[in-house]
T-cell receptor, first 113, second 114 residues
Framework: EDQVTQSPEALRLQEGESSSLNCSYT??????LFWYRQDPGKGPEFLFT???AGEEKEKERLKATLTKKESFLHITAPKPEDSATYLC??????????????FGKGTHLIIQP | DTEVTQTPKHLVMGMTNKKSLKCEQH?????MYWYKQKAKKPPELMFV???????INESVPSRFSPECPNSSLLNLHLHALQPEDSALYLC?????????????FGSGTQLSVL
């Protein structure tokens, strides 16, 4: 069974204080690892897809990295508007057909001014 | 247009009611999904449609009935729900359900069952 574990569950930072969120995963065959951002009462918003160990992607203050067992979402000099829940999800091989994503429980990030 | 539109945004229903949730996308996507999200929990996959055919049904109770009338529309018919079914119901779409495709999510329908 595919498993995705995110840590920490919650993180409170001061504006400008850089940090990293962790996502460890166990899947039978990884098709892709995804990072989403979710604001309260809204649907998840796509951030990144990573496919293979060693891959990195960046967008503004966010950088995602991937190893064979985990992914990190690094946030550099965050601003209050970066406050949200960050969700990690995996897509695994299932023998064909469209597959959904298996999500972790998320990290609730609060950036204080 | 990169939006997935869900209606209604909020729904309150009794346990004997029949209601439907609607989802629409005009991105030409051929895979559409229903997820259920309880408060402070991650989204959980319910159904996947690929090219208008149901391809995944994650052992969801029969009181939830999905329908995909065409490639742009996805409905979720609700009947005889329980209070524990109260949740945010999210619709998503992707190009074709292939490898590594990102899912585009709607803002969801917040459902309360009394």
């Amino acid at each position: 069974e595919d498993q995705v574990t995110q840590s920490p569950e919650a993180l409170r930072l001061q504006e400008g204080e850089s940090s990293s969120l962790n996502c460890s995963y166990t899947v039978s065959g990884l098709r892709g690892l995804f990072w989403y951002r979710q604001d309260p009462g809204k649907g998840p918003e796509f951030l990144f897809t990573l496919y293979s160990a060693g891959e990195e992607k960046e967008k503004e203050r966010l950088k995602a990295t991937l190893t064979k067992k985990e992914s990190f979402l690094h946030i550099t000099a965050p601003k209050p508007e970066d406050s949200a829940t960050y969700l990690c999800a995996v897509q695994a091989y299932s023998g064909g057909g469209a597959d959904g994503l298996t999500f972790g429980k998320g990290t609730h990030l609060i950036i204080q001014p | 247009d990169t939006e997935v539109t869900q209606t209604p945004k909020h729904l309150v229903m009794g346990m004997t009611n029949k209601k439907s949730l609607k989802c629409e996308q005009h991105m030409g996507h051929r895979a559409m999904y229903w997820y259920k999200q309880k408060a402070k929990k991650p989204p959980e996959l319910m159904f996947v449609y690929s090219y208008e055919k149901l391809s995944i049904n994650e052992s969801v109770p029969s009181r939830f009935s999905p329908e995909c009338p065409n490639s742009s529309l996805l409905n979720l018919h609700l009947h005889a729900l329980q209070p524990e079914d109260s949740a945010l119901y999210l619709c998503a779409s992707s190009q074709s359900g292939g490898v590594g495709e990102k899912l585009f999510f709607g803002s969801g329908t917040q459902l309360s069952v009394l």
